[in-house]
Each structure stands twice: as C-alpha cells, then as structure tokens.
C-alpha cells in the first residue's frame, strides 16, 4: 500500500534518491544559515537584541545541512548538485517572498519593515519545516541511522516557529498588525505554489531514479495537486495564523551542536 512510510523509506533504502533528497535538504538549509546570518548582521539599531535570535536561527539552519551531508558520508555518498526546479529556498526568493539576496549581500542595515518581513516569511516556511519534520519524526523518530538527526532537527524547526510567532506578536503589539496579515497572506500563497511546484519535481526525479510506473507517478501527482487544492482552498490559513507559543523565548540561548554520525 501506498503510505507516507513506505515512499519514505523507499527513497532512504536506495542510494541515489537518498543522495538526492540529503543534498536537496542540505542545500535550502545551508542556505538558510546564509541568509539568517547576514540578517542578524543588519538588524537595524532599535531592534538589536533580536540579533542573537536571528544569529542562532541561521545557526541552526546551517547546523542541519552540516547533518544532512554527514547522514550522505556516513553511506559513502557524495553531494550532487540540486536541480533547479526542487530548489525551494530560491523559488521562493525569485517570487519575491522574503528578502532578496542582492540586499543582503550589502553593508546597509535594514529596516523594521524588511525584519517585519523576515519573521512572516519565516513564520510561513518554517510552519512547513515544522510539519515535515513531525511526519518523518512520527515514522523514523527510533531509526538507527535516521533518528537522532531527525529529533534534533524536528525540536530545533519546533522552536523556530514558536520564536516567529512570539516575534511577529511583539512587532504586532507595536503597531505593525496590518502589515504583518498581509505579508503573511501574501508570503502563504505563493509558498503554497512553490510547495506544489517542488513536490511534483522531486517527485519525478525520484520516480526516474526508482523506476516508477506511470500509474504510480501519476498518483503521487495527483495527490500533490490534492493537497495544493485543499491549501489554496483553507489550508494556507494555517500559516496565517498567530497565537502565544508554548515554548517562550525558544532561541534565547546558544545553538546546539549537531551529533556526530560515525
């Protein structure tokens, strides 16, 4: 039967789509280190102290690519280089959600509107990561090879979306509550696009690796497009959405290292 397990484990069992998926994976998370970083570099004065928070998000992000190439050594795999069209993090950017690259790369600080923008961006993709990472902790959380990197990267996604929600919330206190329902809106809608985009080229590069059918292909299609229709219907509000997180000041402190895969 055609479960989320049984596609996951198939890919993780093969070499090539295992290479695949950790270099997919290891690329957007490196690159998320990138960006938190040159973010915490910017902040604008009046809003320092969020820099430290900023710092251990990209921390973090980079910390879970470190982990995803060593889960490929680990099997003797090398890095292969990520298809353009399953690369999520610059879809996003090249549909101008969150930063653009080319501000960042300056010496000018930003503005309360770009960290305003940074955190709803934030807030909307890593309400995905956080999902993502609950279903592969839900099915590979006792995984002899997979496990300890899967908990300890599902916690830190957990605790990125718990400090956008406290962040945006604060910012939202100070008068920006309108601007931050519209960029959200704005950053779920064209995720939920990028999202879809993705699976289905992922989806096809994996099927040509694992010699697929048609038939199960199709599938899979179709179940994507499921899923994009439901989100474009209701299911995008739930990365609207903003509300007090259980976990308070989730990176308040310093950023954990990652485990060693021997």
Same mark, same amino acid.
């Given at each position: 039967?055609?479960?989320?397990?049984?596609?996951?484990? @198939?890919?993780?069992?093969?070499? $090539?789509?295992?290479?695949?998926?950790?270099? #997919?994976?290891?690329?957007? $998370?490196?690159?998320? !280190?990138?960006?938190?970083?040159?973010?915490?570099?910017?902040?604008?004065?009046?809003?320092?102290?969020?820099?430290?928070?900023?710092?251990?998000?990209?921390?973090?992000?980079?910390?879970?690519?470190? #982990?995803?190439?060593?889960?490929?050594?680990?099997?003797?795999?090398?890095?292969?280089?990520?298809?353009? @069209?399953?690369?999520?993090?610059? /879809?996003?950017?090249? *549909?101008?959600?969150? /930063?653009?690259?080319?501000?960042? %790369?300056?010496? @000018?600080?930003?503005?309360? *509107?770009?960290?305003?923008?940074?955190?709803? =961006?934030?807030?909307?993709?890593?309400?995905?990561?956080?999902?993502?990472?609950?279903?592969?902790?839900?099915?590979?959380?006792?995984?002899?090879?997979?496990?300890?990197?899967?908990?300890?990267? %599902?916690?830190?996604?957990?605790? =990125?979306?718990?400090?956008?929600?406290?962040?945006?919330?604060?910012?939202?206190?100070?008068? =920006? !509550?309108?601007? #931050?329902?519209?960029?959200?809106?704005?950053?779920?809608?064209?995720?939920?696009?990028?999202?879809?985009?993705?699976?289905?080229?992922?989806?096809?590069?994996?099927?040509? #690796?694992?010699?697929?059918?048609?038939?199960?292909?199709?599938?899979?299609?179709?179940?994507?497009?499921?899923?994009?229709?439901? $989100?474009?219907?209701?299911?995008?509000?739930?990365?609207?959405?903003?509300?007090?997180?259980?976990?308070?000041?989730?990176?308040?402190?310093?950023?954990? %290292?990652?485990?060693?895969?021997?």
């Amino acid at each position: 039967m055609l479960s989320a397990k049984s596609l996951f484990q @198939e890919i993780l069992d093969h070499d $090539e789509s295992f290479r695949l998926f950790c270099s #997919i994976a290891a690329s957007g $998370e490196s690159q998320g !280190g990138w960006e938190n970083a040159r973010i915490a570099a910017l902040v604008p004065p009046g809003e320092r102290e969020l820099a430290p928070k900023i710092a251990r998000h990209g921390a973090d992000e980079d910390k879970h690519g470190r #982990i995803f190439n060593a889960l490929m050594k680990k099997r003797g795999l090398q890095p292969v280089p990520v298809p353009p @069209e399953t690369d999520y993090t610059m /879809l996003l950017e090249k *549909h101008g959600i969150g /930063l653009a690259h080319d501000k960042l %790369s300056g010496d @000018e600080p930003l503005t309360v *509107h770009d960290i305003v923008t940074y955190l709803a =961006h934030s807030r909307v993709t890593e309400q995905r990561a956080s999902e993502q990472m609950e279903l592969l902790r839900k099915h590979f959380a006792d995984h002899p090879d997979l496990g300890r990197a899967v908990r300890m990267i %599902s916690g830190d996604e957990d605790n =990125h979306l718990a400090y956008c929600h406290e962040e945006l919330l604060r910012f939202a206190r100070a008068g =920006h !509550g309108r601007a #931050i329902q519209h960029t959200l809106r704005e950053c779920a809608l064209a995720e939920i696009r990028v999202y879809r985009d993705v699976s289905l080229a992922v989806m096809a590069h994996m099927g040509r #690796i694992l010699g697929w059918s048609r038939a199960r292909s199709a599938v899979l299609a179709a179940g994507i497009h499921g899923v994009y229709a439901y $989100e474009r219907a209701a299911g995008w509000r739930r990365m609207v959405s903003l509300k007090p997180p259980e976990r308070r000041d989730a990176l308040g402190g310093p950023a954990t %290292s990652a485990p060693e895969f021997a």
